[in-house]
């Protein structure tokens, strides 16, 4: 077989086994990928095991069981309901205030991102997480776990959320848009923000939220 060509002599019978070289192939070539590659290959995995098309998965098994009415991977440029987006446009290094560039972007989302979603809506998924709706509580305890650390102690990574000191959830942002969600289990507080303009403003008052929040 092609895969025992490179068999390690140094490894043991049982790590010479198709399989066991197969897995070590795919973790090499995964290590390689940037999160949205993953992401891409994880929608490509979903639409195999489930013989449906992603954005119908999703629906049926995600949006639709958490009330999440105003969700969805519209095609951009004919949904009249979805805020355009725009980045700044910057003078002398700092933002210009009422300036700004209207963003084009691809034809539709995808499982690496871009889907569309009311702040209402993500508060919708947050509880139903919480009510075991969309998976079982021993699920979601191991998703804000903390299951690897970064070089800080008190940061690091669940599964499919940062995790840092008493909270957890997730961000980020792309050209015309801005989201952060977290979640203060403890306080029971969940916050999200959001934005259609791409500035740091966002991370700022979210930022600021955690403080609050957190009571420093």
Excluded: C, W
């Amino acid at each position: 077989a092609v895969l025992d060509a490179h068999a390690d002599p140094a490894r043991g019978p049982e790590e010479h086994t198709e399989a066991a070289q197969l897995q070590r192939a795919v973790h090499e070539v995964l290590g390689t990928m940037g999160a949205q590659d993953l992401d891409t290959l994880l929608g490509l995995i979903v639409e195999r095991k489930s013989g449906q098309d992603f954005y119908a998965y999703v629906q049926e098994h995600i949006f639709a069981p958490a009330g999440m009415s105003h969700t969805g991977y519209p095609i951009r440029g004919g949904d009249a309901t979805s805020a355009r987006s725009y980045n700044p446009v910057m003078d002398a290094g700092v933002v210009a205030i009422g300036r700004h560039d209207l963003i084009t972007l691809g034809a539709r989302g995808s499982s690496a991102g871009g889907a569309s979603a009311t702040v209402g809506d993500v508060l919708a998924f947050d509880s139903a997480l919480r009510r075991g709706l969309l998976v079982s509580p021993e699920t979601l305890g191991q998703m804000r776990a903390m299951q690897s650390r970064s070089d800080s102690p008190s940061y690091g990574y669940g599964y499919g959320f940062i995790v840092e000191g008493d909270h957890y959830g997730h961000g980020g942002s792309a050209p015309g848009t801005q989201f952060e969600f977290q979640r203060f289990e403890d306080q029971d507080i969940s916050y999200v923000v959001a934005s259609n303009f791409n500035t740091i403003a966002g991370p700022e008052i979210a930022s600021l939220l955690n403080r609050v929040i957190g009571g420093e």
